[in-house]
């Protein structure tokens, strides 16, 4: 496959379990303090993960959060005076008062670059490698460009970002303004050069909130279904529920001859997810000589409606996948091609229904 990228994006722990009773009734509230003297923060924006589920504390530092679905994923608390605060598990293990830390506020550092690229250069390679080149990607608009610190080594040709106030981005296209808290960020490229072709690896990671800004529109709702329908997401949720075969996904071995699910995996129940077990001699081991890194990895290549050709690379013999087709050991599975196309442009959250 021609100027290959393989992409790895990971949204901490974003998994979903049905709920337990009633739709409307899941719900989490608390208070929100300032750990050094006690007092109530307000104004703090309290969310889950990669969800268009949040609100914001009030001047009593407390908040209620309602759901239909319990989501087994952070509960997410910021403030830009203080730190940011991860709950796991917050729907088990919670109790209600959340004590946050006071930013300690330091010279940003001073680092002489020996590249030649120029800050617009590198910032119009993140935004292909964060916000995507589809057409979602290229509507979104980083509001907050300024927060962003871009670096590029030249001792291994990577390009790093980092920030610290969130990613403020409005998607046009889905109609979704996303705060996205980026904790890593690379592109790995092949030479010292920031052509998209040249990218060998593209990976980022942190949490976002969703707000609907289109919810009522019909012609937004028909692109986040499209983004949805030709997603590794709908991918895998059609393999754990045995439909994969009689969707509009088709599979096919190294002769390029469709192939079945049954022939490359075997599916169990475990717990609230899904056990699914890779079968080696199903897949083509991946032999690109300008990406030899990844050659002992097992390749599946994949068309949606028989054309938007993407290939997965598994360094793992097994996945663990959740009810809504979300991977567990993210950091196991790489994308080419369509896939790797869709970056935050065209991430949907957890909540959304389609």
Not at 67 to 76: D, G, V
Not at 108 to 129: P, S, Y
Not at 276 to 288: C, D, H, L, S
Request: charged letters at 25%; a positive charge; glycine letters at 4%.
């Amino acid at each position: 496959m021609k100027n290959l990228i393989l992409t790895l994006f990971a949204l901490l722990l974003y998994f979903t379990v049905p709920a337990q009773g009633n739709a409307d009734h899941v719900r989490i509230t608390g208070t929100v303090y300032d750990k050094a003297n006690n007092r109530p923060v307000p104004g703090a924006t309290v969310y889950l993960d990669n969800t268009s589920v949040y609100t914001v504390t009030g001047a009593d530092g407390k908040f209620t959060l309602k759901t239909k679905q319990k989501l087994n994923t952070p509960l997410i608390i910021h403030h830009l005076s203080y730190n940011t605060l991860i709950i796991k598990n917050p729907f088990d293990h919670f109790t209600g008062e959340i004590y946050l830390e006071e930013k300690g506020y330091v010279l940003k550092e001073a680092l002489i670059e020996g590249d030649k690229f120029t800050r617009a250069q590198k910032m119009k390679a993140f935004k292909e490698h964060f916000l995507g080149t589809t057409k979602a990607g290229k509507s979104c608009e980083i509001t907050n460009e300024d927060d962003i610190r871009l670096y590029y080594n030249i001792n291994d040709n990577t390009l790093t970002a980092k920030t610290d106030a969130p990613i403020v981005v409005n998607n046009k296209y889905l109609g979704y303004t996303i705060e996205f808290n980026l904790m890593e960020f690379e592109v790995m490229y092949k030479m010292y050069s920031l052509k998209h072709d040249a990218a060998r690896q593209s990976f980022f990671a942190g949490t976002s909130l969703f707000i609907d800004r289109e919810a009522d529109s019909k012609k937004i709702k028909e692109r986040r279904n499209d983004s949805y329908d030709r997603s590794s997401i709908h991918f895998f949720k059609h393999l754990i529920n045995h439909s994969l075969d009689s969707s509009n996904f088709t599979i096919y071995n190294q002769s390029q001859q469709r192939i079945t699910s049954g022939e490359c995996f075997n599916i169990s129940d475990t717990l609230s997810q899904k056990l699914v077990r890779i079968k080696p001699e199903a897949f083509t081991n991946f032999k690109a000589k300008e990406i030899s890194l990844y050659s002992h990895r097992k390749k599946l290549d994949i068309r949606y409606k028989k054309r938007y050709p993407s290939a997965i690379y598994f360094k793992t013999d097994s996945l663990l996948i959740g009810v809504n087709g979300l991977l567990y050991n993210l950091h196991d599975v790489l994308y080419s091609g369509e896939m790797s196309r869709q970056k935050l442009g065209d991430m949907l959250p957890l909540d959304y229904e389609p």
